[in-house]
């Protein structure tokens, strides 16, 4: 059949025409029972997060979510996407190595030197694997979960490897600490809002 004859006809249609379609160029009336989607293609680009001018290594920070908010922490690196890696140290205040996101911390005027940190260490623990959670064993099934109901889940222990890494990473900072007055009891105490205090008049 040729391309002239797939051709639209026009029709009389009251006062005006119209355009008919070749039965061949028809749409179909019949659509199968299941179509397959398509993944949908993501418009955003991944860019460098960018931090602000005042989250720098050595800035102490205050923490406004998760588990430690509320404690005075020290920046220790940038990370990818906007995280950061902090420290407490874990002997003043009990806040080990984590990541936090930039958005839900203060910054500081107080600063701690790190130049006696080793950056060997700190690179070490600033990879994604260095953070990534262990599996959770599957549960016990038949007579030995049932005697097991009763006692008491054992408390999980930090691995040696991180205990070293947390110890490398915080004395040289803890013997900064040292030589400031008040620097440790300021690490030590928690940030909290009275009544009538506004967070956004304030300097830290």
Known sequence: MSAQENK?????FGKGERSVPHPSQKASKWYPAHTESAAK???????????????QPGTVLILLAGRFRGKRVIL??????GALLVTGPFKINGVPLRRVNARYVIATSTKVDLKAVDSKVLDKVAGDSYFVREKKSKKEKGEEAFMK??????????TSERASDQKSIDKPILSAIKNEEFLASYLS????????????EMKF
């Open 8 to 12: 639209p006809t026009t029709k009389k």
């Open 41 to 55: 293609k993501s418009r955003k680009s991944i860019r460098p997060a960018k931090y602000r001018s005042s989250l």
């Open 149 to 158: 109901q009763g006692e008491k889940a054992e408390k999980k222990q930090p």
């Open 189 to 200: 105490s928690s940030f909290s809002l009275r009544h009538g205090q506004r967070p956004h």
């Open 76 to 81: 220790l690196k940038q990370l990818s996407q």
